[in-house]
């Protein structure tokens, strides 16, 4: 059975850290895009990151320019999203992906999903 599992979210204040980590299992994503949305209350899903299957190619959502870090260890099978300068309004369920094409998985449609990890980012 295939699965994405995130780990790393909690609680933290305005301007600190947080890494996200994604775990899969049930199949190697070493060929796939892998990347990270998330959804605030009453809010549509939102694009965060995503990375090429080798790591050469990141792209990112412009609210996180600049302050999160996507990358990737497909020796582990695990792509991790490092937040910094962390600010109220990303605040969100925080939903890992993979597809086998980076453009279906930017899009919102990728193949395989997380469950979640909630990332509160209080004032």
């Known amino acids: 059975q295939v699965q994405l599992v995130e780990s790393g979210g909690g609680l933290v204040q305005a301007g600190g850290s947080l890494r996200l980590s994604c775990a899969a299992s049930?199949?190697?994503?070493?060929?796939?895009?892998m990347g990270w949305f998330r959804q605030a209350p009453g809010k549509e899903r939102e694009f965060v990151a995503a990375?090429?299957?080798?790591?050469?190619?990141?792209y990112y959502a412009d609210s996180v320019k600049g302050r999160f870090t996507i990358s990737r260890d497909n020796a582990k099978n695990t792509e991790y999203l490092q937040m910094n300068s962390l600010k109220p309004e990303d605040t969100a369920v925080y939903y890992c992906?993979?597809?086998?094409?980076?453009?279906?998985?930017?899009?919102?449609?990728?193949?395989?999903w997380g469950q979640g990890t909630q990332v509160t980012v209080s004032s």
């Open positions: 992906t993979a597809d086998a094409g980076i453009s279906t998985l930017i899009s919102g449609s990728g193949r395989y």
């Open positions: 990375i090429s299957w080798g790591g050469g190619k990141t």
């Open positions: 049930g199949r190697t994503f070493s060929s796939d895009a």
